[in-house]
């Protein structure tokens, strides 16, 4: 089944769109623009980026409590949401579309809106819906996981001893994942809700810069590390989007892999050549422009022109290729109307692990946006999922504590 077409406005895509323009074709067909833009475009790729406007508040109706805004592939969705917003307050939550028309839409406000308040017009439509973890009406602590670029803050919401690791996507934070926090919690399961270098809770690396998964993967390690020294018994990581492949990269390199019974994917990237040469093809970014890109983030030197810390090993992350090395049964949830990362490399994924891949395929919902479109669903896939596994995991001996491991340590800053 072929991906929807219909674009999400990246940052880092649209400049070398607008780049490209003002270059005109036939200056663009040069090499030395055509490298200029390859690096312009892989600096983006790995630079944190900030929450964009994407939407446009065209009114509210106080009286009502509900909110028009300018129509897009995401706002136009069925389900709540959350809307970033400036000025008083900074956060809505939105309900159901209660009318539309050819270029806005009128959703109920399930945030009270004074009319005292003051809001900018421009904002970010949202699927994180929780925008803090007292929004969940769950007991829960503030934590500090000791990682090589220093302390990264976490929410720790107490279950069993059986842990899941919640890992966030590229350019978003911990609420993002919020919205499964009830799910794990009815099944009796402590949650970690955590941060990763640069996502900006974290300590900053040296560089400030995305490894994409290459190097994220560390502090989720350190996680795995800490809910261990904490009575964990079992460990079940979940990742979205960018996530998604930090996640599959601890899998494989963890030296907590005894300990990890399975990993839930909400809209992952699992192959990142696939997903940028996806976005170049949707934002009319020349072909050669976008694999110059991907060589020059694989090259040692060339990366760091570009910005990166480091190469980044696309064929290290790519798991379709990897798809043997995958060892713990998985749960895949990606819709195929997507809109940013493209469903096709789940579907391969699963139908070259049917032994321990089990994806289930959503339609409309957009980019990590399934909870919000289809809760019920969404929190049933998981809930069944997770209760097979109880049912059919033989047990597991959990490999004893060294001095080392027993050791709550902040371990050693990494070096440029």
Sequence with gaps: MKTSRRAVSLPFVTAIRVSAGIVGGAVLLAASAIGAASLLMAKRVVTPSKREPDTRIEGFDLKAQTITLSRTPDTELPGRYGLHVSGTPDYLKLGAVLSATDTSVTRKLLTQV???????RDATFSGWYCDTPDDLRLDYTPELIGTAVGPSPAWLFPGGDTWVVVVHGRGTTRAETLRAVPVFHALGYTTLVVSYRNDGEAPRSVGGTYGLGSTEWRDVEEALGYARRNGAQRLLLMGWSMGGAIVMQTVLQSSHAA???GIILDSPVVNWREVLAYQAELNRVPAAIG????????NPVVAKVAGSEAKIPFDDMNMLARADALRVPTLILHSDDDGFVPSDASR???AARPDIVTLESFTVARHTKLWNYDEMRWTNAITAWARSREQSRPSLVVPELTVDDEADRVPAEESD
């Design 114 to 120: 004074e009319t005292t308040s003051r809001i900018d």
């Design 259 to 261: 300990l990890i019974d």
């Design 291 to 298: 694999s110059l890109a991907v060589a020059a983030l694989e």
């Design 348 to 350: 391969a994924l699963a």
